[in-house]
């Protein structure tokens, strides 16, 4: 039951504040390039910055994803990942790391298994946060109550498009961060912020005190130095994959996926 | 909130009144909805705005009058097929022509509806999804009529299989974009549309071809096609003096059937409605397309509703002989209507489609588009087992030449 204390993630921005820092939250499929490589993958970043970890379960149509997470997940899915071999991942990563983690998927998966199990199951595997791209506040109504039940953060989005009574409402029903899209468009590397973005993130810190993180086309330093100073953290997620697609083999992908985690963290944990 | 359950309750117990009837806010029971990425939300509400604001507007219904009489060339006719009633032997068979349509289909009802709406909202450009082509080629036009720049996206295995649909997109002057994300057809098509329109909402339009999606499109889709059951009702009371026994049309998203039905949700104790799904090589085979048959339900392109699924809720691909019927979801009202009893849905396999082709094509010299073969094939099935007084109506929803290259 949801008990009112900070959740794990709310913490790690506590914390993180305190130090007038931003948190690196970086996004990685399931199952990508294997379930082997997720797990090396996964704890590279996790020894190299990561403050939260947000682990992707593939969907055959992800509506909200450009070409890199479209790719990964269908590596994946071709992998034969499913949501069992997902959960079992956590429970496996559980015994030597407690990084909070945030599960990203479709809301079909999650319906298809059944919510309530689905919320269950993902508190027992040690699950922190849920992000679910296709279910907006409207939607979502319906199936607050499973939240509830297991405390489980329920991470939503704003977007540039959302009005502003829009927003306080989103961010009534949100908890652990509020997803800040930075564009208008799918995920997928962009090199460059648009002025509007700051005006956003401005207006969403009058509305309400939850973590801001800023995600989707981030991929360089200089992008986070322009933003980092209006939000809590950013959010990673197809430049990382890109590295590793591009790579000419696994561990030098991995390598690239250190060096890089340790340039963003240096420039998100240096004080402004 | 608490007004909105109240509302959704009693739509649910009485499905036939007319708080279901006007009943706007994209739910149908528990079907349909706006499960969409946040971003698309604001978009959504807009064109909810507007088109209940057009639907009143006397201009507006002026306007899409005059285009669907003299540019679309409506009323289509309820033809009594006297040969293919005598060959089959027993009930009284009818077609309602929208075979007719400009560009042979009814897909024309719906576009010329959207872009003349996209006008009045002051939207720039136009983007449609299109499988076989039929939706993009109606697209294509009303976006041509209208002086709109249009945008196509259509899987590269489409493309390749429905040559002659790009061909005429792009006479009209339409862009025709090619998807090769996913399964490369229809579904992967509805994706990339749904994804490019996210990066442009403020200034595009997007087209959904069929009561798909998330809310308004399910609703407005069908309202845009109620012409199809409209004409039929009059027509049939002017030829028979009475209403018909049946009405049989074939189901992919829904648009055509739901068109067909709808005036007569309130007969259907007396008129029986039946909705024909693809059965492609059999449902064993696990290659059709009858999501209401044999899905589960889920949430797909923005929707609850019915949709072919695995074991874990990744959408599987749909199989027909027929492009149009070639797809793996299906619109929430059709859910609702199953769930209820209203729509009876039955399946029709890729052989037996064949064979009603031929038979129309031959008794009637009317070709059928593989779609409408499959309502054709259902009746062939019914027709036999019925007395002479009776009345079908089947919705001869488009025409077969664009079949004709693949069979």
Known sequence: MYDGKDSPIERVFKKLRKNNQKAFIPFITCGFPSLDGFFSLFETLDKNGADIIEVGIPFS????????????????????????????????????????????????????????????????????GLIIPDLPLEEFTSYRSYFNQVNIDNIMFASLTSSKERLSAIAGQCRGFIYCVSVKGV?????????????????????????????????????????????????????????????????????????????????????? | MKKDEKKLKKANSSFRGKEYRSYGNGYFGTFGGIYVPEILVSALKELEKNYFKYKKDKKFKEELSFYLKNYVGRPTPLYYAERLSNRLGGARIYLKREDLCHLGAHKINNTVGQVLLARKMGKKFIIAETGAGQHGVATAAAAALFNMSCKVFMGSKDIKRQSSNVIKMKLMGAEVIEVSSGSK???????????????????????????????????????????????????????????????????????????IFYPFLDDADSVKLIGVEAGGKGIKSKKHGASLGY??????????????????????????????????????EHAYMKE????????????????????????????????????????AKLAPSLDSDKVIIVNLSGRGDKDIDNK
């Open chain 1, 61 to 128: 149509d992800p509506l909200a994803d450009g070409p890199v997470i479209q790719t990964t997940s269908k590596i994946a899915l071709e992998n034969g990942i499913n949501t069992d071999i997902v959960f079992n991942s956590i429970i496996k990563i559980r015994k030597s790391s407690d990084t909070p983690i945030a599960i990203m998927t479709y809301f079909n998966t999650i319906y298809h298994y059944g919510t309530g199990r689905f919320l269950k199951k993902a508190k027992e595997a040690g699950v922190n």
């Open chain 2, 295 to 332: 899905g589960d339900k889920g949430i797909f392109h923005g929707a609850f509703s019915y949709v072919l699924q695995d074991d874990y809720g990744q959408i599987e691909e749909a199989y027909s002989i027929s492009a149009g019927l070639d797809y793996p979801g299906v619109g929430p």
């Open chain 2, 340 to 379: 209820k009893g209203i729509v009876k849905y039955e399946y029709i396999l890729d052989s037996e489609a064949l064979e009603a082709f031929n038979t129309l094509s031959i008794c009637e010299g009317i070709i059928p588009a593989y779609e409408s073969s499959h309502a054709l094939a259902y009746t």
């Open chain 2, 185 to 259: 057809t229809l579904k992967d098509a509805v994706n990339e549309a749904l994804r490019y329109w996210v990066s442009r909402v403020d200034d595009t339009y997007y087209v959904l071809g069929s009561v798909v999606g998330p809310h308004p499109y399910p609703t407005m889709v069908r309202d845009f096609q109620v012409i199809i059951g409209k004409e039929t009702k009059k027509q049939i009371m002017d030829i028979e003096g009475r209403l018909p026994d049946y009405i049989i049309a074939c189901v992919g998203g829904g648009s055509n059937s739901i068109g």
């Open chain 1, 187 to 272: 995920t997928g590397i962009r090199n460059s912020i648009s002025p509007e973005v700051i005006d956003f993130l401005k207006n969403l810190k009058e509305i309400t005190t939850l973590p801001l993180a800023l995600g989707f086309g981030l991929s360089n330093r200089e992008q986070i130095n322009q933003i980092k100073g209006y939000c809590d953290g950013v959010i990673i997620g197809s430049k990382i994959l890109s590295l590793l697609l591009e790579a000419r083999s696994f561990n030098s992908g991995l390598k690239e996926v250190k060096n890089f985690a340790l340039d963003i963290n240096k420039v998100l944990k240096d004080r402004i």
